[in-house]
T-cell receptor, first 112, second 113 residues
Framework: QKEVEQDPGPLSVPEGAIVSLNCTYS??????FMWYRQYSRKGPELLMY????GNKEDGRFTAQVDKSSKYISLFIRDSQPSDSATYLC????????????FGDGTTLTVKP | ETGVTQSPTHLIKTRGQQVTLRCSSQ?????VSWYQQALGQGPQFIFQ???????GRGNFPPRFSGLQFPNYSSELNVNALELDDSALYLC????????????FGSGTRLTVV
């Protein structure tokens, strides 16, 4: 079983829609969770990280962690065409963020 | 614009050859991680260097090796290339702080034929 599994997508939504991107993880000891966005032909860029259960909001993005279900989600409100990218969830390594385990990504297309 | 630069951007090599990929870290970052990202998959951790010493390694064979230099730039070397080594190779620099995340370069696209 992979440590991090991500809904494969692809996902296509109209502009303005609310998007939900989801991952599950296997090890209940994981405490930190990260979301990255990767545009085509670019490296991933960190969107958000969260440490605890519950929600963390940053503009149109909300990261949610449910430790009881080992489920993490990223919600995008009022989605824009510029949000079209691949979204990756990641679990940082035990000692630093440089040794992370990534999901395989969900590719999102927001249509104008 | 990202502070991490990688070269070359694209590379085509023949099976059995050797390749060296280069990464220049973001200023102030003394930790460099290398990842392999196959098409349609997430990045897989290869290894990390901290202050010129290897500081952790993923599930990759010894023919994947690296170096970090005093200015914190880094190299990834792959010997005896195989077709399955075709992938995007990403370099990411970070501080040791877990909460800081990484800064990734745009990667080197390696094709092995």
């Amino acid at each position: 079983q992979k440590e991090v599994e991500q809904d494969p997508g692809p996902l296509s939504v109209p502009e303005g829609a609310i998007v939900s991107l989801n991952c599950t993880y296997s090890n209940s000891a994981f405490q930190y969770f990260m979301w990255y966005r990767q545009y085509s032909r670019k490296g991933p860029e960190l969107l958000m990280y969260t440490y605890s259960s519950g929600n963390k909001e940053d503009g149109r993005f909300t990261a949610q962690v449910d430790k009881s279900s080992k489920y993490i989600s990223l919600f995008i409100r009022d989605s824009q065409p510029s949000d079209s990218a691949t979204y990756l969830c990641a679990i940082p390594g035990p000692t630093n963020a440089g040794k992370s385990t990534f999901g395989d990504g969900t590719t999102l297309t927001v249509k104008p | 614009e990202t502070g991490v630069t990688q070269s070359p951007t694209h590379l085509i090599k023949t099976r059995g050859q050797q390749v060296t990929l280069r990464c220049s870290s973001q200023s102030g970052h003394n930790t460099v991680s290398w990842y392999q990202q196959a098409l349609g998959q997430g990045p897989q951790f290869i290894f990390q260097y901290y202050r010129e010493e290897e500081n952790g390694r993923g599930n990759f064979p010894p023919r994947f090796s690296g170096l970090q230099f005093p200015n914190y730039s880094s190299e990834l070397n792959v010997n005896a290339l195989e077709l399955d080594d075709s992938a995007l190779y990403l370099c990411a620099s970070s501080s040791p702080n877990r909460d800081s995340g990484y800064t990734f370069g745009s990667g080197t696209r390696l094709t092995v034929v």
